[in-house]
Each structure stands twice: as structure tokens, then as C-alpha cells.
């Protein structure tokens, strides 16, 4: 089984449009959470942390069941600028070592 | 300029083939990573560093060598390159005493294609 798993999609949904994503992780331990984005082969980049409490940055939102060790991303009024793969990642046993999923692609038509 | 840079950002080499990949970075951070990326997996790490005396072996360091010669220089090294080494190739860094969950930022990546 693999440490964080993630829907590959792709998610193809048209500009306005509101669509989410879900990831799931199997490390109990785990004590960080956060989305990060990669376009076509580029360099993933932080998108959001994720909270316990669930956080919000404009568009997106992020929420977090620790319970169920699951995290969720929720873009709203769809971009099509949005259109990428967003990658779920946890620490490890560490702070400093993230495990990645494999990543959600994302296509937003006009 | 880019705070995170790579070189080369393409490269074509062939089975046996010493290659060595170089990450710099401006950001002054102590800790420095190398991750690969192949399609369909995560980036795995191949190895990781807190600062020049200190080196560790990632989730896949085998056939893959390593070195911080100074804070701001990370060289990832295949001392004999076979094709499964094939691909995307990040560094990346992060800043100490960040608390929980270090962000780490990325360089825009080597794409390797080992013939």
C-alpha cells in the first residue's frame, strides 16, 4: 500500500466549475500536511499547508480528518490557469521528510 | 534569478556513464535534498543533507552518490548510469527551525534519459 494515495484523474471540468480532491495516508504519526502544485514538467510548489482546523487561501480550500487520515482540496470557480497536478504530501517520520502521492491531475476547459 | 537553480536541466548519456548533476541555491538554507520523479510515483529521495558534514541516505540512495560542497551546493552523482535511472531529477531545500512541516522549495529539475 502506498503511503499517500491520490486519485491520478485526470479531473476535467469546465472554467467555474468547483471540484475537489482527496488523499489519503497511511502513517498515523504523520504531524504536517500540505498541497502542492506541479505543472508540466516543472517544479512542484507549495500550494497551501493543511490545518486541523481547515484553512482557506482565496479559491482554495484545504481540510484535514486526522481520524479517518485524510486530506481534501477544494478549488472553487475553476481557473484555467488551475490546470495542473497537485501533489498530496505528509512527513514521515520526520519534519523534514515529506512523502509524496503521486499527484491529481487537474484539466479546466473553457 | 532563481532561487533554487540546477544544472544541466537535460541530459542524454549512456549505460556506464559517470554523469554528475549539480543543484546551487541562493536561499541560504542549511538543508538541501534530491529527489527523482518517475511517472505514475511520488518524488522519492535519493539523499538529503543538514549542512556540509552531514549526509544521509534517502528511501532510494542505491546507485546514486552524493555531495554538499559547501551550504549552497548539492551534487547528485550516478557513478555508472543504467537506463532504470531514467528520469526527473529535483533538488530542493529547506530552512531549519521551521517548527513542524519544513517547506521545502524546488529547482526546475534535470530530466535524465539514460540510453
Known amino acids: 500500500r502506498k503511503e499517500v494515495e491520490q486519485d491520478p484523474g485526470p479531473f476535467n471540468v469546465p472554467e467555474g466549475a468547483t471540484v475537489a480532491f482527496n488523499c489519503t495516508y497511511s502513517n498515523s504519526a504523520s504531524q504536517s500536511f500540505f498541497w502542492y502544485r506541479q505543472d508540466c514538467r516543472k517544479e512542484p510548489k507549495l500550494l497551501m499547508s493543511?490545518?486541523?482546523s481547515g484553512n482557506e487561501d482565496g479559491r482554495f480550500t484545504a481540510q484535514l480528518n486526522r481520524a479517518s487520515q485524510y486530506i481534501s482540496l477544494l478549488i472553487r470557480d475553476s481557473k484555467l490557469s488551475d490546470s495542473a497536478t497537485y501533489l498530496c504530501v505528509v512527513t514521515g517520520d520526520s519534519s523534514y521528510k515529506l512523502i509524496f502521492g503521486s499527484g491529481t491531475r487537474l484539466l479546466v476547459r473553457p | 534569478d532563481a532561487d533554487v537553480t540546477q544544472t544541466p536541466r537535460n541530459r542524454i548519456t549512456k549505460t556506464g556513464k559517470r554523469i554528475m548533476l549539480e543543484c546551487s541555491q541562493t536561499k541560504g538554507h542549511d538543508r538541501m535534498y534530491w529527489y527523482r520523479q518517475d511517472p505514475g510515483l511520488g518524488l522519492r529521495l535519493i539523499y538529503y543533507?543538514?549542512?556540509?558534514?552531514?549526509?544521509n541516505k534517502g528511501e532510494i540512495s542505491d546507485g546514486y552518490s552524493v555531495s554538499r560542497q559547501a551550504q549552497a551546493k548539492f551534487s547528485l552523482s550516478l557513478e555508472s548510469a543504467i537506463p532504470n535511472q531514467t528520469a526527473l531529477y529535483f533538488c530542493?531545500?529547506?530552512?531549519?527551525?521551521?517548527?513542524?512541516?519544513?517547506?521545502?522549495?524546488f529547482g526546475p529539475g534535470t530530466r535524465l534519459l539514460v540510453l
Open positions: 543533507s543538514f549542512d556540509v558534514k552531514d549526509i
Open positions: 530542493a531545500t529547506s530552512d531549519r527551525g521551521q517548527g513542524a512541516g519544513e517547506t521545502q522549495y
Open positions: 493543511v490545518y486541523s
